[in-house]
């Protein structure tokens, strides 16, 4: 690991880290940053070296500086054996998930998962013969209830997509060991700043590094950090299923991750003092963000989380949808688009009804 030396790590914090992790300047001539290694090709200078692969790098696919001075800086920030980087987020969970499973198991996911999670496992997990239930994502330990003999993982998303309930991890974690069987969670919304999954109990730690660690909705970009018992699973999966993202990419997952802590302190005190002024609308009939004491899990996320985000759903009272379209027409600095986490003020539209199949949704959130 290129850690900087100057600091001792006990004296570090998430803020300073997240300037210093993943790179040396004096490795590379005294240059602040990592530069960005294009190729395909490494060679070798004897057959020795060739046939022992003793080189640190051997192919691009499987690691060049750049990628591993990302790699690094997430493993640290999150408290990790290793970290592997992906083209999206999205292809950080297929990968994650597939290093776990085989054909004729079961997994138990998250009822609020974001929704292609939900169609690769309905879909590819399907018609490999891999059974996916989906839980209430505020089960706690009663997950245990839904573990089979031939079950394998427990999928965690906290808070989940649209709906943001706050799982608690340390109690799924629990029973993920007692009966043996691996952790995932999407830890995105929070980023490695404010939550850190592996330390509650979790065996691997999934970003899609495209929302604030990129932070300028200009690249995709994932990262899946695992435990040291989780790692070799991860790494075979990674490397067979050939899984590599591109240089450029990571190098702005770099350069996004050296003001992540300057821009989410923005973006949490912003996005409170807005869902505060929402909350107050008579148009309104519930603001669901994490860091509101009016939050049902309120409690849980301050116990396991270190800070919020710009990220919330509101529901408005119900209106006809002419109304809806003046309104969402009519914004002048919010613009309608999908992903979130750059600079951009977003909005969506969205429906929970459909995209539930354990629970029911009560549209108030209450
Ligand atoms: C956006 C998102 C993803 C997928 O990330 P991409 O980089 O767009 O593929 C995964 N999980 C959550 C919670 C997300 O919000």
């Known amino acids: 690991m290129s850690k900087n030396k100057d600091i001792p790590s006990d004296h570090k914090s998430s803020a300073t880290e ?71 987020g999205y292809q950080a969970i297929t990968t994650a998930i597939l290093a776990f499973v085989e054909s004729g198991q079961h997994i138990l996911v998250t009822d609020n998962v974001y929704e292609p999670t939900r169609h690769f496992c309905d879909y590819i997990l399907k018609r490999m013969g891999i059974e996916t239930e989906y839980y209430d994502p505020l089960i706690g330990s009663g997950i245990a209830q839904l573990v089979r003999p031939n079950t394998s993982l427990i999928y965690v998303e906290s808070p989940g997509s649209l709906t943001f309930e706050i799982q608690d991890i340390p109690a799924i974690a629990k029973v993920a060991h007692e009966k043996n ?4 969670a999407d830890n995105t919304w929070a980023t490695p700043l404010f939550c850190n999954p592996l330390t509650l109990g979790a065996d691997v730690s999934i970003h899609s590094a495209t929302k604030y660690l990129v932070g300028h909705a200009d690249a995709l970009l994932g990262t899946i ?25 990571i190098f702005l997952g770099l350069r996004g991750l050296r003001t992540l802590s300057v821009r989410l302190e923005k973006h949490q005190n912003t996005g409170l003092e807005l869902a505060q002024w929402l909350s107050a609308r008579s148009e309104i009939l519930n603001v669901i963000h994490p860091a509101l004491p009016s939050h049902k899990q309120h409690l849980v996320w301050k116990r396991d989380f270190k800070g919020s985000n710009g990220l919330f759903t509101v529901i408005l009272k119900p209106v006809p949808k002419t109304a809806l379209a003046a309104f969402l027409d009519g914004l002048k600095v919010f613009t309608m688009g999908f992903s979130w986490g750059g600079f951009e003020s977003l909005v969506i539209p969205f429906n929970t009804s459909k995209c539930r199949t354990a629970t029911s949704w009560k549209i108030d959130g209450q």
């Open 18 to 88: 997240v300037v210093h992790s993943g790179r040396n300047p004096f490795e590379h001539h005294g240059f602040v940053n990592v530069p960005v290694y294009r190729g395909s090709t490494v060679l070798f200078p004897n057959l020795e070296t060739l046939e022992k692969q003793s080189q640190t790098f051997t192919y691009a696919r499987h690691g060049t500086p750049t990628v591993r001075a990302l790699e690094d800086a997430i493993s640290q920030l999150e408290f990790g054996h290793a970290t592997k980087l992906t083209p999206s």
């Open 225 to 249: 950090t695992s435990n040291e018992r989780a790692s070799k699973h991860l790494e075979k999966a990674y490397r067979t299923l050939g899984v590599c993202a591109g240089s450029e990419e």
């Open 181 to 184: 069987l691996w952790l995932i």
